[in-house]
T-cell receptor
Framework: GQSLEQPSEVTAVEGAIVQINCTYQTSGFYGLSWYQQHDGGAPTFLSYNALDGLEETGRFSSFLSRSDSYGYLLLQELQMKDSASYFCAVPDSNYQLIWGAGTKLIIKP | EADIYQTPRYLVIGTGKKITLECSQTMGHDKMYWYQQDPGMELHLIHYSYGVNSTEKGDLSSESTVSRIRTEHFPLTLESARPSHTSQYLC??????????FGSGTRLTVV
Protein backbone atom coordinates (compact mmCIF):
# COMPACT_ATOMS: atom_id res chain seq x y z
CA GLY A 1 0.00 0.00 0.00
CA GLN A 2 0.89 3.66 -0.13
CA SER A 3 1.19 5.76 3.00
CA LEU A 4 2.79 8.86 4.45
CA GLU A 5 3.80 9.49 8.03
CA GLN A 6 4.25 12.83 9.70
CA PRO A 7 4.12 13.91 13.36
CA SER A 8 0.67 14.87 14.58
CA GLU A 9 1.87 17.97 16.42
CA VAL A 10 4.99 20.14 16.66
CA THR A 11 5.52 23.06 19.04
CA ALA A 12 8.01 25.89 18.51
CA VAL A 13 8.74 29.40 19.69
CA GLU A 14 8.15 32.57 17.71
CA GLY A 15 11.30 33.58 15.81
CA ALA A 16 12.76 30.08 15.92
CA ILE A 17 13.24 27.43 13.23
CA VAL A 18 11.11 24.28 12.99
CA GLN A 19 11.32 21.18 10.83
CA ILE A 20 8.32 19.00 9.96
CA ASN A 21 9.26 15.55 8.71
CA CYS A 22 7.45 13.26 6.30
CA THR A 23 8.30 9.69 5.37
CA TYR A 24 6.49 7.90 2.58
CA GLN A 25 5.91 4.45 1.19
CA THR A 26 4.75 4.41 -2.42
CA SER A 27 4.83 1.95 -5.29
CA GLY A 28 6.13 4.68 -7.59
CA PHE A 29 7.45 8.13 -6.76
CA TYR A 30 6.66 11.34 -8.62
CA GLY A 31 7.48 14.00 -6.06
CA LEU A 32 6.60 15.35 -2.62
CA SER A 33 4.30 18.31 -2.03
CA TRP A 34 3.59 20.42 1.04
CA TYR A 35 0.38 22.29 1.87
CA GLN A 36 -0.53 24.71 4.65
CA GLN A 37 -4.01 24.86 6.17
CA HIS A 38 -5.15 27.35 8.78
CA ASP A 39 -8.01 26.39 11.11
CA GLY A 40 -11.29 26.70 9.25
CA GLY A 41 -9.53 27.39 5.96
CA ALA A 42 -8.59 25.47 2.87
CA PRO A 43 -5.18 23.95 2.09
CA THR A 44 -2.80 26.15 0.12
CA PHE A 45 0.07 24.80 -1.96
CA LEU A 46 3.53 25.55 -0.56
CA SER A 47 6.09 23.52 -2.48
CA TYR A 48 6.84 20.52 -4.65
CA ASN A 49 10.09 18.53 -4.78
CA ALA A 50 10.71 16.04 -7.57
CA LEU A 51 14.48 15.85 -7.16
CA ASP A 52 16.75 15.39 -4.15
CA GLY A 53 17.88 18.47 -2.32
CA LEU A 54 16.65 21.66 -0.74
CA GLU A 55 14.31 24.16 -2.38
CA GLU A 56 13.94 27.55 -0.74
CA THR A 57 11.04 29.98 -1.03
CA GLY A 58 11.41 32.85 1.37
CA ARG A 59 11.16 31.67 4.99
CA PHE A 60 10.02 28.21 3.89
CA SER A 61 12.27 25.47 2.49
CA SER A 62 11.48 21.92 1.48
CA PHE A 63 13.91 19.02 1.31
CA LEU A 64 13.72 15.62 -0.36
CA SER A 65 15.82 12.47 -0.15
CA ARG A 66 14.43 9.85 -2.52
CA SER A 67 16.87 7.20 -1.35
CA ASP A 68 15.53 7.58 2.22
CA SER A 69 11.87 8.08 1.15
CA TYR A 70 11.96 11.15 3.33
CA GLY A 71 11.36 14.84 3.14
CA TYR A 72 10.87 17.79 5.42
CA LEU A 73 9.47 21.28 5.49
CA LEU A 74 11.65 23.88 7.21
CA LEU A 75 10.13 27.08 8.51
CA GLN A 76 12.48 29.86 9.61
CA GLU A 77 11.88 33.04 11.61
CA LEU A 78 8.58 31.65 12.81
CA GLN A 79 5.68 34.05 13.03
CA MET A 80 2.41 33.55 14.88
CA LYS A 81 0.61 33.48 11.52
CA ASP A 82 2.52 30.28 10.69
CA SER A 83 0.37 28.44 13.24
CA ALA A 84 -1.48 25.98 11.03
CA SER A 85 -1.59 22.37 9.94
CA TYR A 86 0.95 21.24 7.38
CA PHE A 87 0.28 18.30 5.07
CA CYS A 88 2.74 16.36 2.95
CA ALA A 89 1.36 14.62 -0.13
CA VAL A 90 2.64 12.51 -3.01
CA PRO A 91 0.95 11.95 -6.38
CA ASP A 92 0.23 8.43 -7.52
CA SER A 93 0.52 7.23 -11.13
CA ASN A 94 -2.85 8.85 -11.94
CA TYR A 95 -1.76 12.24 -10.51
CA GLN A 96 -4.06 11.71 -7.53
CA LEU A 97 -2.54 13.06 -4.33
CA ILE A 98 -2.05 10.69 -1.40
CA TRP A 99 -2.14 12.80 1.75
CA GLY A 100 -0.44 12.55 5.10
CA ALA A 101 -2.60 13.02 8.20
CA GLY A 102 -1.18 16.50 8.80
CA THR A 103 1.05 18.11 11.42
CA LYS A 104 -0.41 20.78 13.67
CA LEU A 105 2.22 23.47 14.26
CA ILE A 106 1.77 25.34 17.54
CA ILE A 107 3.81 28.51 17.95
CA LYS A 108 4.33 30.04 21.37
CA PRO A 109 5.29 33.68 21.89
CA GLU B 1 -8.90 36.90 -11.34
CA ALA B 2 -8.41 33.14 -11.80
CA ASP B 3 -9.84 31.31 -8.84
CA ILE B 4 -12.00 28.45 -7.57
CA TYR B 5 -15.35 29.17 -5.94
CA GLN B 6 -17.55 27.07 -3.69
CA THR B 7 -21.11 27.77 -2.62
CA PRO B 8 -22.68 27.78 -0.17
CA ARG B 9 -20.02 28.58 2.42
CA TYR B 10 -22.20 27.21 5.22
CA LEU B 11 -25.27 24.95 5.05
CA VAL B 12 -27.55 23.46 7.70
CA ILE B 13 -30.01 20.93 6.37
CA GLY B 14 -32.38 18.26 7.64
CA THR B 15 -31.84 14.51 7.41
CA GLY B 16 -33.06 12.97 4.18
CA LYS B 17 -32.79 16.12 2.08
CA LYS B 18 -31.07 16.16 -1.28
CA ILE B 19 -28.36 18.80 -1.60
CA THR B 20 -25.93 19.99 -4.24
CA LEU B 21 -22.66 21.68 -3.39
CA GLU B 22 -21.39 23.95 -6.14
CA CYS B 23 -17.80 24.33 -7.34
CA SER B 24 -16.56 26.45 -10.23
CA GLN B 25 -13.07 27.38 -11.36
CA THR B 26 -11.89 29.98 -13.81
CA MET B 27 -8.38 28.64 -14.37
CA GLY B 28 -9.23 26.27 -17.21
CA HIS B 29 -7.94 23.30 -15.20
CA ASP B 30 -8.83 19.88 -16.55
CA LYS B 31 -8.60 17.98 -13.26
CA MET B 32 -11.03 18.63 -10.40
CA TYR B 33 -11.54 16.94 -7.04
CA TRP B 34 -13.92 16.77 -4.09
CA TYR B 35 -12.58 16.07 -0.60
CA GLN B 36 -14.24 15.60 2.76
CA GLN B 37 -12.38 16.78 5.84
CA ASP B 38 -13.35 16.79 9.51
CA PRO B 39 -11.68 19.46 11.71
CA GLY B 40 -8.02 18.70 12.35
CA MET B 41 -8.16 15.51 10.33
CA GLU B 42 -6.83 14.28 7.00
CA LEU B 43 -8.46 14.80 3.62
CA HIS B 44 -10.53 12.01 2.10
CA LEU B 45 -11.09 11.93 -1.66
CA ILE B 46 -14.77 11.60 -2.61
CA HIS B 47 -14.76 12.06 -6.41
CA TYR B 48 -12.48 13.37 -9.11
CA SER B 49 -12.58 14.24 -12.80
CA TYR B 50 -9.95 14.40 -15.52
CA GLY B 51 -12.08 16.57 -17.79
CA VAL B 52 -15.50 17.03 -19.34
CA ASN B 53 -17.67 13.89 -19.10
CA SER B 54 -15.04 12.19 -16.94
CA THR B 55 -15.88 11.27 -13.33
CA GLU B 56 -14.21 8.76 -11.01
CA LYS B 57 -14.97 7.58 -7.50
CA GLY B 58 -12.66 8.08 -4.57
CA ASP B 59 -12.67 6.46 -1.15
CA LEU B 60 -15.91 7.98 0.18
CA SER B 61 -18.06 8.10 -2.93
CA SER B 62 -20.85 5.67 -2.08
CA GLU B 63 -23.44 8.23 -0.97
CA SER B 64 -22.80 11.03 -3.45
CA THR B 65 -22.62 11.75 -7.15
CA VAL B 66 -20.85 14.31 -9.34
CA SER B 67 -21.10 15.57 -12.89
CA ARG B 68 -18.69 17.36 -15.23
CA ILE B 69 -20.64 18.81 -18.13
CA ARG B 70 -18.46 21.90 -18.40
CA THR B 71 -14.75 22.30 -17.70
CA GLU B 72 -15.32 24.97 -15.10
CA HIS B 73 -18.16 23.34 -13.12
CA PHE B 74 -18.01 20.26 -10.87
CA PRO B 75 -21.05 20.00 -8.54
CA LEU B 76 -21.38 17.37 -5.80
CA THR B 77 -24.80 15.96 -4.91
CA LEU B 78 -25.76 14.13 -1.72
CA GLU B 79 -28.95 12.22 -2.54
CA SER B 80 -30.10 11.82 1.06
CA ALA B 81 -28.25 13.78 3.72
CA ARG B 82 -27.43 12.05 7.01
CA PRO B 83 -25.88 13.39 10.24
CA SER B 84 -22.74 11.39 9.34
CA HIS B 85 -22.33 13.73 6.34
CA THR B 86 -21.67 16.64 8.69
CA SER B 87 -18.21 17.81 7.66
CA GLN B 88 -16.28 20.29 5.54
CA TYR B 89 -16.32 19.66 1.78
CA LEU B 90 -13.40 21.00 -0.24
CA CYS B 91 -13.25 21.33 -4.00
CA UNK B 92 -9.87 21.56 -5.75
CA UNK B 93 -8.49 21.76 -9.25
CA UNK B 94 -5.12 21.21 -10.89
CA UNK B 95 -3.61 21.90 -14.27
CA UNK B 96 -0.44 20.56 -15.82
CA UNK B 97 1.61 20.87 -12.63
CA UNK B 98 1.34 18.96 -9.36
CA UNK B 99 -0.09 21.79 -7.25
CA UNK B 100 -3.76 21.78 -6.30
CA UNK B 101 -5.79 24.98 -5.85
CA PHE B 102 -8.56 24.64 -3.27
CA GLY B 103 -11.82 26.50 -2.86
CA SER B 104 -12.82 27.96 0.52
CA GLY B 105 -14.96 24.93 1.33
CA THR B 106 -18.55 24.27 2.33
CA ARG B 107 -19.25 23.53 5.99
CA LEU B 108 -22.24 21.18 6.02
CA THR B 109 -24.30 20.37 9.11
CA VAL B 110 -27.04 17.75 8.85
CA VAL B 111 -29.53 17.83 11.70
Amino acid sequence: GQSLEQPSEVTAVEGAIVQINCTYQTSGFYGLSWYQQHDGGAPTFLSYNALDGLEETGRFSSFLSRSDSYGYLLLQELQMKDSASYFCAVPDSNYQLIWGAGTKLIIKP
Amino acid sequence: EADIYQTPRYLVIGTGKKITLECSQTMGHDKMYWYQQDPGMELHLIHYSYGVNSTEKGDLSSESTVSRIRTEHFPLTLESARPSHTSQYLCASSGTGYGYTFGSGTRLTVV
